[in-house]
């Protein structure tokens, strides 16, 4: 019911087609996932957020964080509706004033940590998230992205190891 319900509301709100558009990974599609356009409807966090939860209450998963900005409406929601206490998000790149940190938020060297993303196609932008998070802690337990567009991210994780969960595939949805 809720996974239906979550789907439906990003085939209805955040499915683009019929569009050339780049991706961040810089391939071409005729189709984009804006998930921005649930992000920020609260119902649609909540249910990322529980369905997320379902899947990782179990492990002891101590912090949520993820890429700004995809990650981020979904890590504050997942502190606010679940035990676990604190999150971060990494930058894509540090602002030249200040202090100039690619993490922002809480991360310590003990947390189990639990990593989301909005939309992952190549898998680039999760593991160079990764990558800024294993400078200071390795224990990382799951990544989980909200929609996998089936394009190599799969495969990018696979080849690092890792192994990258979702929600949903380009598969669950129509695009006729």
Not at 3 to 22: A, G, V, Y
Not at 86 to 115: N, R
Not at 123 to 147: D, Q, Y
Request: charged residues 30%.
């Amino acid at each position: 019911m809720e996974r239906k319900e979550l789907r439906d509301l990003i085939q209805n709100h955040s499915l683009i087609k019929d569009i050339n558009i780049q991706l961040s990974s810089g391939e071409k599609s005729n189709y984009y996932f804006d998930l921005k356009q649930v992000t920020m409807m609260k119902k649609a966090r909540e249910l990322m957020a529980k369905l997320i939860w379902d899947m990782v209450k179990d492990e002891g998963i101590t912090v949520v964080g993820g890429m700004e900005s995809g990650a981020i409406p979904i890590v504050d929601t997942i502190i606010d509706l679940t035990p676990i206490s604190h999150g971060f998000y990494v930058k894509k790149k540090p602002k030249q004033h200040g202090l100039s940190k690619f993490i922002e938020g809480i991360l310590k060297k003990d947390d189990k940590i639990l990593i989301v993303e909005d939309v992952s196609t190549k898998g680039n932008s999760a593991l160079k998230c990764i990558g800024e998070v294993k400078k200071i802690n390795t224990n990382i337990a799951r990544v989980i992205t909200i929609v996998d567009r089936l394009e190599g991210a799969q495969e990018t994780f696979k080849a690092n190891n890792m192994v990258l969960e979702h929600l949903f595939t380009r598969e669950d949805f129509k695009f006729e």
